[in-house]
């Protein structure tokens, strides 16, 4: 039963190895709570653990979880369940309990997760949702962690492409963290699954997130990083992912910019360069879908002349009008009338890029 699953998981003393171990060992939490002293002592739990889970009162709590679950519409899913994420089965410390609010679905074993920077650049933000949209449509989740910056940017794009997204947190369903992002969750729920392994009222304390990261590799067949700087914590991810055996892929940056240098490390240590999709694909041995190829409008020669100067990289009004010849006035004229044709986007701060 679900409340036998909640009160063994707040037993002190056990932790995710010994749950496994003891449930596996006498067939379920029931079975664990039934046994003898002696009995759970031939098990491999010394004394004290063992006192603790035959002393165990604490029905409260264990109430005031279930009312909790019931009340944000919580499944509890245990790694003896069917629908336990198959990729999660592989690894070793994967978490006997997951909250999941949404669906996790077979399908979802073939995901990617985006991750990187709090403090992503525009570069980053344009390189997630690029590779986000593009995983998407060949038919790939995306897994990020619902942070900031990268982790919120993958997830939007996804969500914006139609697919579907895994947010892992590293707090309880029942907290919304970052608060900013509560509709985000609600479209990822609706899309998607926000998981946990963390108990419900669990704060987003600073040790939680190393912990929920080897989730958030262990539930993808690879792990891009976007962006990072020298100190990030996408290196504890981008470790774990390499221990599960996953694909470890890092999108290079310019060698001056802080928020690349932990992704050209992590290349400098042996990840994956990825210059494109094609890249992430082809190493995972997945075929690229078939995409219809995009019919340019016809276009005015002012227009063309702007369009043309423009690439990937986001580029400042003043920059394109000297490139171009034109007043900044006109140019930004030209540039409405593209933005219209769904041509060229504009980021923050008079930055352009041509929308591929």
Known sequence: MIEDWIALSLVRGIGEWKMKLLVNHFGSPSGVFKATVTELASAGINREVACNIKNFRDT??????????????????????????????????????????GEIKKSDKFAVALIGSRKATVYGKLMT??????????????????????????????????G?????????????????????????????????????????????????????????????VVEAGKNSGVFTTARCAAEQGREVFAVPGNV??????????????????????????????????????????ELAQDEETVYNVLTAVPKHIDEISSEVGYPVSKVLSILFNLEMKELVRQSAGKLFVKQE
């Not at 109430?63 to 070793?92: C, M, Q, V, W």
């Open 60 to 101: 409260s709590t264990v109430n005031r979880h279930l009312s909790l679950i019931e009340k944000f519409k919580i499944k509890l899913i245990t790694f003896l369940d069917e629908n336990y994420p198959a990729n999660l089965t592989t690894l070793e410390d994967a978490p006997p309990l997951l909250y999941v609010s």
């Open 129 to 162: 949702e690029k590779l986000a949209t593009g995983l998407v449509k060949n038919g790939l989740a995306i897994v990020s962690g619902m942070a900031r910056g990268i982790d919120t940017v993958a997830h939007t794009s996804a969500l914006k492409a139609g």
């Open 164 to 224: 579907r997204t895994i947010a892992v947190l590293g707090c309880g369903l029942d907290v919304v963290y970052p608060p900013e992002n509560k509709r985000l969750e609600e479209q990822i729920i609706e899309n998607g699954a926000v998981v946990s392994e963390f108990p419900m009222g669990t704060k987003p304390l600073a040790g939680n997130f190393p912990t929920r990261n080897r989730i958030i590799s262990g539930l993808s067949m690879g792990v891009v």
């Open 256 to 297: 001056s910019s802080k928020m690349s240098v932990g992704t050209n490390i992590l290349i400098k240590e042996g990840a994956k360069v990825v210059l494109d999709l094609n890249d992430i694909l082809e190493e995972l041995h997945l075929e690229r879908a078939k995409e219809t190829e995009r019919v340019i409008p």
